[in-house]
């Protein structure tokens, strides 16, 4: 069995600091490994998260697992939960891990932190996560590997990959342009 803390130096050493963030998310991918019966020492192709928050817990398991947006192992789904699920593509095995709601009474601080990181590092699993057997079914189009569909937007003009185009009454849109963007042009 893997030791935590040589994982949660793995952890800290990527997101630049300790924080129970860390200790959280290092645990969650400890769990959401060891039910898929893997390694969290050892890479594994086969992994795929689906991360539900973009906070310090995502960088855990980032740094643990491997699995990152650039590979199209890791999924980002804002839904402002501490909670990830660990898919084994292979298998297609699926565990979802979600951190328990807990009166939260650290302060800010280095010293707190330390005790709340300790805290989360040492408590038991069933006192702080919730683990669920779950069915994921990834899209053909968010898989690893090579992009098999692109198309061109029929206003904006720039490509889109991977089947995320938007078509109504037989035209093409990328996101930005049918739904609207989180840019907008300056001057
Ligand atoms: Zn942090
Ligand atoms: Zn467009």
């Known amino acids: 069995m893997a030791d935590i803390d040589l994982l949660l130096a793995r952890a800290k050493e990527f997101h630049g600091d300790m924080c ?23 890479r594994n192709r086969d992994l795929i998260v689906y991360v ?10 980032q740094a643990i697992t491997g699995c990152s947006l650039g590979h199209r192992t890791l999924k980002y789904r ?5 909670a990830a699920t660990f898919i084994n593509l292979a298998t297609q095995d699926a565990v979802r891990v979600s951190a328990r709601e807990k009166e939260r009474t650290e302060k800010p601080g280095s010293e707190a932190m ?12 069933e006192d702080l996560f919730r683990v669920q057997r779950v069915r994921v079914v990834i899209p053909e189009g968010d ?20 089947d995320k185009e938007i078509v109504a009454e037989e035209t093409v849109l990328c996101g930005n342009c049918a739904r609207g963007s989180y840019y907008t042009e300056a001057g």
Do not use: Q, W
Not at 23 to 35: A, F, H, N
Not at 52 to 61: F, N, P, S
Not at 114 to 125: Q, S
């Open 143 to 162: 898989l690893p590997g090579f992009p098999k569909h692109r198309t061109r937007c029929s206003r904006c003009g720039e490509t889109i990959l991977d």
């Open 78 to 82: 804002p839904y402002g939960k501490f």
């Open 20 to 42: 129970p963030g860390i200790v959280l998310g290092t645990r969650m991918t400890t769990i959401g490994m060891r039910e898929l019966h893997m390694d969290p020492m050892v």
């Open 52 to 61: 539900e928050i973009d906070r310090c817990i995502t960088d855990a398991i």
């Open 114 to 125: 330390n005790e709340a990181g300790k805290m989360l590092r040492d408590a038991p699993e």
